[in-house]
C-alpha cells in the first residue's frame, strides 16, 4: 500500500487515453481515520491540460467531505454521482468500487462488496478524452501549484477495467481478500494408500497418490 500524507503526496499515472463516451470500473482499498472536513480523491480519470477546471472530464472515486465513499462522472458539464450511506474514516480497510458508463450517463457504488445503489445523468456525456491519471489528488494545469483533495491515509489494489464488472465479480473480489470462506470450501485431506502394480514388460502402470490424483503411464518403477 501507499501512504498518502494528505497534503501533496500524489501518483501520477498517466499512460492510457481514456474517453468518457466508454464505461469503466475504478476500484481501490483505502484505510483512513482523518477527520471529516475536506473531500479526498482516490483515483481520478482526467485531462491536465484541459484549463477549464469546472468543466474538464473528470471520472473518479472518492471520500466526500463526510467521510463517505462517493463515484463521480461528468463529461464537460453533465456532473453525476454516487454516495455510500456509510462512513469509510474508521481506520479499517475498505473497498470501494466505482462503475462510470458515459455512454449512458450512469454510475454505480459498491462499498466492501456490497451495492449501494446508482445514479443516472439521463444522457451521453459530451465526448471527450481524458489522458491522466491520478491517484491520491487531483490536480489542474489552471491551477498548476494546487493539490486537490488530497487524500490522507492508505491506498492499495488499485484497478482500472475497461468494462463494467457484474455485481458478483465486484462481491467475489471482495471475498477473496476479506473472507475467503464465504465463497469457496477447503475440503479434508483424502490419503487412499493403494499399492503400486506392474504387468509384465512394463506396461500399464497404475499408481495413486494422497489426495487422489492419479497417474497412467507405461515407465517402470
Not at 466526500?64 to 464537460?76: C, E, I, P
Not at 458539464?77 to 455510500?84: D, F, G, V, Y
Not at 468494462?163 to 485431506?189: D, P
Amino acid at each position: 500500500s501507499l501512504d498518502f500524507d494528505g497534503v501533496d503526496d500524489y501518483v501520477d499515472a498517466s499512460k492510457t487515453t481514456f474517453s468518457t463516451l466508454s464505461t469503466y470500473t475504478l476500484s481501490a482499498y483505502v484505510k483512513s481515520s482523518a477527520a471529516p472536513g475536506v473531500a479526498q480523491r482516490i483515483l481520478t480519470l482526467t485531462d491536465y491540460n484541459d484549463s477549464d477546471e469546472d468543466a474538464n472530464p473528470q471520472f473518479f472515486i472518492r471520500v466526500d467531505a463526510l467521510y463517505k465513499a462517493s463515484v463521480f462522472g461528468r463529461g464537460t458539464l453533465e456532473n453525476i454521482s454516487k454516495t455510500s450511506v456509510s462512513t469509510v474514516n474508521d481506520g479499517k480497510w475498505h473497498n470501494i468500487v466505482g462503475i462510470i458508463n458515459g455512454s449512458t450517463g450512469t454510475v454505480y457504488l459498491y462499498l466492501d462488496g456490497v451495492y449501494e445503489g446508482t445514479a443516472t445523468y439521463g444522457s451521453a456525456f459530451t465526448s471527450d478524452t481524458m489522458p491522466t491519471t491520478y491517484m491520491g489528488i487531483y490536480r489542474n494545469i489552471s491551477l498548476p501549484t494546487t493539490y486537490i483533495q488530497p487524500f490522507n491515509g492508505l491506498i492499495d489494489e488499485v484497478r482500472i477495467s475497461n468494462t463494467a464488472r457484474t455485481a458478483g465479480w465486484i462481491t467475489t473480489e471482495y471475498n477473496n481478500q476479506s473472507s475467503v470462506g464465504s465463497f469457496m470450501a477447503i475440503g479434508a485431506e483424502v490419503c487412499m494408500p493403494v499399492p503400486a502394480t506392474r504387468s509384465g514388460g512394463g506396461e500399464n502402470v497404475k499408481t495413486r497418490i494422497k489426495g487422489g490424483v492419479r497417474f497412467r503411464g507405461g515407465s517402470r518403477f
